[in-house]
T-cell receptor, first 117, second 111 residues
Framework: DARVTQTPRHKVTEMGQEVTMRCQPI?????VFWYRQTMMQGLELLAY????????DSGMPKDRFSAEMPDATLATLKIQPSEPRDSAVYFC???????????????FGDGTRLSIL | SQQGEEDPQALSIQEGENATMNCSYK?????LQWYRQNSGRGLVHLIL?????REKHSGRLRVTLDTSKKSSSLLITASRAADTASYFC???????????FGDGTTLTVKP
């Protein structure tokens, strides 16, 4: 079965360091989402892309977070500089969604568990 | 606050019993989806119900949607230990143009 692949699965680093998380969406999917999951806030949408173009990044702290899709097979989420409050599990999801519609399932990767010391 | 809110937050039952989880939301939606998350894994899509549908079945899952009450329920019949997971509803907010997930219900099925 096709799967969304995220790397690394775990990352521990010290505050101030740059963190890059990668996602390989399912081939043929036109929409890619980045979510953050914490016990306190639950699952939050950070940003999403359709056909590699950023559509909404309103959930993302702009000063330190950036999301890109260099090509159709790779999405990246970067944090620079990282802070302890960024500790969370970051999920990437992809789907084949029509313009203006969110009526198809999202397929999630298994996440990157990030710990900032 | 979250668009979708699940109730209860946690549910513990014996194998073979039925489990019912509820989701309430605030704004107009096009559809509502239910997902499952096993510990340490990503979310897995279970079922999607459109705003013009009232009930949908998939195997041991039954989902209802009441748009007048802005609520949905997920029923798992004849539960198994393997159903132990967190269950989330996700609403497709027509105004916001994006899906919003609730805080989830943690289901524990005891063998």
């Amino acid at each position: 079965d096709a799967r969304v692949t995220q790397t690394p699965r775990h990352k521990v680093t010290e505050m101030g360091q740059e963190v890059t998380m990668r996602c390989q969406p399912i081939l043929g999917h036109n929409t890619v989402f980045w979510y953050r999951q914490t016990m306190m806030q639950g699952l939050e949408l950070l940003a999403y892309f359709r056909n590699r173009a950023p559509l909404d990044d309103s959930g993302m702290p702009k000063d330190r977070f950036s999301a890109e899709m260099p090509d159709a097979t790779l999405a990246t989420l970067k944090i620079q500089p990282s802070e302890p409050r960024d500790s969370a599990v970051y999920f990437c999801a992809s789907g084949n969604l029509r313009q203006g519609s969110l009526n198809q399932p999202q397929h999630f990767g298994d996440g990157t568990r990030l710990s900032i010391l | 606050s979250q668009q979708g809110e699940e109730d209860p937050q946690a549910l513990s039952i014996q194998e073979g019993e039925n489990a019912t989880m509820n989701c309430s939301y605030k704004t107009s939606i096009n559809n509502l989806q239910w997902y499952r998350q096993n510990s340490g894994r990503g979310l897995v899509h279970l079922i999607l119900i459109r705003s013009n549908e009232r009930e949908k079945h998939s195997g041991r899952l039954r989902v209802t949607l009441d748009t007048s009450k802005k609520s949905s329920s997920l029923l798992i019949t004849a539960s198994r230990a393997a159903d132990t997971a967190s269950y989330f509803c996700a609403t497709d907010d027509t105004n916001a143009g994006k899906s919003t997930f609730g805080d989830g219900t943690t289901l524990t099925v005891k063998p």
